[in-house]
């Protein structure tokens, strides 16, 4: 299995615009995850998604992002507008329903300036 | 509630023993687990334990609980360079496929 891809690895926008992460979770697992990883806060749950639906958004920080799952291969992270504060490593990860393994992507580096 | 701490760094000679030690303050945890983060790549799940669990080993790895005092620890025998990343302890509270808690992480140096 090629395990969780996500893209872009690396990305450098300008503050203001529109930033779209996307996440191929390992095919049939139920669960799916976003991280954010920064120096200052560490690794933060954003949101998670079961079998599509969200369960927990309590973790994105404020509306200018929004994350989707429109089907079970493959999920988006967009931050409208972008700011330099959410320049960070952007990490989704997935499991399956019965395992205690949750399995992460390589990470979206994001650099907002 | 959920916070989980560790020392931000440890140094140790090659063919040492490294130990990382980690504290958690929410007793409902379930499972703990170690990942690995090797420098510009993602976590690697390398082990974790059950709360019901005193100690696991796992080859190089050996992972102890200590529930009373909310102490976990994960020892690396025979350290290599290649075990130089950051390591992070994580709880989750209700098991599989459930959301992880992860702590600060401790930045493992392996000298020659």
């Known amino acids: ?113 | 509630g959920e916070d989980v701490e560790q020392s931000l760094f440890l140094s140790v000679r090659e063919g040492d023993s490294s130990v990382i030690n980690c504290t958690y303050t929410d007793s409902s945890s379930t499972y703990l687990y170690w990942y690995k983060q090797e420098p510009g790549a993602g976590l690697q799940l390398l082990t974790y334990i059950f709360s019901n669990m005193d100690m696991k080993q796992d080859q190089r790895l050996t992972v102890l609980l200590n529930k009373k005092d909310k102490h976990l620890s994960l020892r690396i025998a025979d350290t290599q360079t290649g075990d130089s990343a950051i390591y992070f302890c994580a709880e989750s509270f209700t098991g599989t496929a459930s959301k992880l808690t992860f702590g600060t992480g401790t930045r493992l140096q392996v000298t020659l």
């Open chain 1, 1 to 113: 299995d090629a395990g969780v891809i996500q893209s872009p690895r690396h990305e450098v926008t300008e503050m203001g615009q529109e930033v779209t992460l996307r996440c191929k979770p390992i095919s049939g697992h139920d669960y799916l995850f976003w991280y954010r990883q920064t120096m200052m806060r560490g690794l933060e749950l954003l949101i998670y998604f079961n079998n599509n639906v969200p369960i927990d958004d309590s973790g994105m920080p404020e509306d200018r992002f929004s994350a989707k799952m429109p089907n079970a291969s493959f999920s988006t992270l967009k931050i409208q507008p972008s700011e330099p504060r959410d320049s960070a490593v952007y990490f989704c990860a997935s499991n399956a329903r019965d395992s205690f393994t949750i399995y992460f992507g390589e990470g979206s580096w994001l650099t907002v300036v």
